[in-house]
């Protein structure tokens, strides 16, 4: 995997105050993965195998640091994968889509390194790494999926997903399909990250290797689906183009950063397709999008003119699902460390005296020290100085008499049978 280092106002989190290893070796999970024989099972495959179908809650499977050499069938639903750490948890397996299709009456299920049902619901992959392998192996840079799958309500945290070839993240239930992203990387060749249906991706990153396309969408199943990406960062090869869309798609870009590596190409329709013009026009929409080194004027604030005229503050997730889903209500706390603050960490926020925060908790906590500080906004402060402000069961704290042109840090610490866990310091400014 190529690795790629940014300037830029994310927080990717690997974290781990106390060893995570012995946490797995001391809660009981049903399903422990490690390839030295610690664990339950010696693959993921036969862990998935392990979990019932028709299982009502959440099936855990945790995978010990490791690289396992294996393709990945889920046809259940209500499961999560999770890995011990993001990088050092790899699912590596060589595959071409176009070798797997001709000998699978051209089947795509079977063709990823992790093939995902239509029965399946309720997936989750998170805190590990998906690498298909094959371009590197032949030198072959053609279709060679990471993750395909037709199922729905699949969720990627905190992962990194590479191809050696096109289509490495492709979600392509194209009449249901919703799918949520965050704290990702994503890396490939043509249209690398290719929704089908709803998506929503935050926080993450994206790096391309070719000069078609990194970004692709279907929506042509229901005007209402949109591709939605926020807060997020894209680099690759010189010249490499943001996106385009063979069928009927609806994009929304906010928030995000261009490398001066981006040529200026807007995302277009594709010349040589045969897929007819699109019968909704061109629906492609920017809101605070910049690139580094000068803006295009392509990707100049238009947000306006979409369908509704949305607010930046409206294109939330569960908004790009139109209500149907709210991953972000109910994110499993399945991480072993604590994530996704609300608001954002960088967030910057209309004034108001009171505000809830809320983070989503490790799989292990009981309860939550609260640290707070704060600094006139523009103030350098290397290292703010937090203090305690409380202590609480739920993963929630509401704030009062907030201040206008201040910038706020906190950090949350967990109470764990296990000793303390201690989050990143998050920041957020009160316009």
């Known amino acids: 995997m190529v690795g790629r280092s940014i300037l830029f106002s994310l927080v990717f989190i690997s974290i781990g105050v106390l060893n995570s290893f012995d946490i797995f070796a001391q809660r009981r999970f049903e399903y422990i993965v490690a390839k030295d024989g ?82 399946a619901v309720d997936i989750t992959i998170a805190n590990l790494t998906i690498y298909n392998n094959y371009g590197s192996l032949t030198g072959i840079h053609d ?24 289509d490495t993240v492709s979600l392509w239930n194209r009449t249901n399909g919703m799918y949520y992203h965050a704290n990702c990387y994503f890396e490939g060749w043509v249209d690398y990250v290719c929704p089908r249906g709803w998506c929503y991706i935050t926080d993450s990153r994206f790096y391309g290797h070719n000069l ?40 929304y870009l906010l928030d995000c950063i261009f490398s001066r590596n981006m ?3 807007p995302i277009y329709y594709p010349p040589t397709t045969t897929s007819g013009p699109w019968k909704w026009g061109a629906r492609h929409y920017y809101y605070n999008c910049h690139r580094e080194g000068g803006d295009y004027d392509w990707f100049a604030d238009n947000l306006h003119t979409a369908e509704g005229a949305p607010k930046p503050d409206e294109v939330t997730a569960h908004w790009t699902f139109d209500y149907l889903w709210d991953p972000e209500a109910s994110l499993p706390a399945i991480l072993p460390f604590v994530s996704m603050p609300v608001p954002r960490n960088g967030a910057y926020i209309a004034y108001q005296s ?14 939550f020290r609260l640290f707070f500080g ?6 350098f402060m290397k ?26 840090f906190w950090q949350v610490e967990e109470i764990t049978p296990y000793g303390i866990l201690r989050g990143p310091v998050w920041h957020f400014t009160v316009r």
């Open 383 to 408: 290292d703010p100085q937090l203090s305690m402000i409380a202590e609480v069961k739920e993963a929630q704290f509401e704030i009062s008499s907030l201040e206008p042109a201040t910038t706020y």
């Open 263 to 265: 040529a200026d190409i």
């Open 354 to 367: 009171r505000l809830s925060l809320r983070w989503l908790p490790s799989r292990t906590a009981q309860a």
């Open 143 to 166: 279709h060679q999926f990471a993750i395909y799958g037709t199922g729905t309500r699949i969720i990627l945290l905190n992962c990194n997903v590479v191809a050696d070839g096109g």
């Open 212 to 251: 078609s396309a990194s970004i692709w969408h279907d929506g042509s199943a229901n005007k209402k689906q949109k591709f939605v990406i926020r807060y997020s960062y894209f680099d690759g090869v010189p010249g490499f183009p943001l996106g385009r869309n063979h069928r009927d798609g609806q994009i």
């Open 374 to 379: 704060k600094v006139k906004k523009y103030t």
């Open 38 to 119: 610690s664990g339950q099972f010696r693959s993921i495959q036969e862990a998935i195998d392990a979990v019932p179908f028709n299982r009502q809650e959440r099936a855990v499977i945790i995978v010990k640091k490791g690289v396992y050499e294996e393709k990945l069938f889920i046809a259940k639903s209500n499961i999560a994968i999770v890995g011990e750490d993001r990088d050092s948890t790899r699912i590596v397996y060589p595959q071409l889509r176009s070798t797997w299709r001709a000998v699978n009456n051209d089947n795509d299920y079977g063709s990823a390194v992790v093939n995902i049902d239509s029965s």
